[in-house]
């Protein structure tokens, strides 16, 4: 029982490159989420998918697209990586508030 | 203004000391509060989870919600050097919903 993975671990891009971070967990949850974190702003919501086949946009999504691919894996997508984009991204799954697991995180350097 | 405000410190304290962590919210429709634990490098984990007002107590750690005032405690007793992480409040409106976190606060507890 892996519960959320991640890939990949860490990740350099230029600007203007794309990139698809790549997510699955294997409790059968319905919810995921993505996240960023970076200093002093915290987590802040990129986009959530609350059921297979359905997304919905958070507190930042600008700049990516997401993928509810089937009820195990939920991508990102970064078409035209900026410097911004620079920051550790964490993927996240539920089924209840209460049950919110998360992954150990994608650290991506845009340059 | 944000929705989700806390001191990012840091804050430091002795072993065995009691370390009080607090966050204020400005959305009065939040009824999920939680609590996760981030150590360095990792994902965040969950904590504690309190639904509506009120306290909740698991071992060492107490939650309490005052909806009142919008703010939300958490209290660590017989703080360890295993507590040292940063501390996340999180806040939804259903058990459905998207999380809001702060931007969590750093604490170190010294041997």
């Known amino acids: 029982n892996a519960g959320v993975t991640q890939t990949p671990k860490f990740q350099v891009l230029k600007t203007g490159q794309s990139m698809t971070l790549q997510c699955a967990q294997d409790m059968n949850h319905n919810s995921m989420y993505w996240y960023r974190q970076d200093p002093g702003m915290g987590l802040r919501l990129i986009y959530y998918s609350a059921s297979e086949g359905t997304t919905d946009k958070g507190e930042v999504p600008n700049g990516y697209n997401v993928s509810r691919l089937n009820k195990r894996e939920f991508s990102l997508r970064l078409e035209s990586a900026a410097p911004s984009q620079t920051s550790v991204y964490f993927c996240?799954?539920?089924?209840?508030?209460?049950?919110?697991?998360f992954g150990p995180g994608t650290r991506l350097l845009v340059l | 203004q944000k929705e989700v405000e806390q001191d990012p410190g840091p804050l430091s304290v002795p072993e065995g000391a009691i370390v009080s962590l607090n966050c204020t919210y400005s959305?009065?429709?939040?009824?999920?509060f939680m609590w996760y634990r981030q150590y360095s490098r990792k994902g965040p984990e969950l904590l504690m989870y309190?639904?509506?007002?009120g306290n909740k107590e698991d071992g060492r750690f107490t939650a309490q919600v005052d909806k009142s005032s919008k703010y939300i405690s958490l209290f660590i007793r017989d703080s360890q050097p295993s507590d040292s992480a940063t501390y996340l409040c999180?806040?939804?409106?259903?058990?459905?919903?998207?999380?809001?976190f702060g931007p969590g606060t750093s604490l170190s507890v010294i041997p």
């Open positions: 999180a806040m939804s409106e259903t058990s459905y919903d998207k999380v809001i």
């Open positions: 959305n009065s429709a939040f009824q999920y």
């Open positions: 996240a799954s539920s089924e209840l508030i209460e049950t919110q697991y």
């Open positions: 309190t639904y509506s007002s």
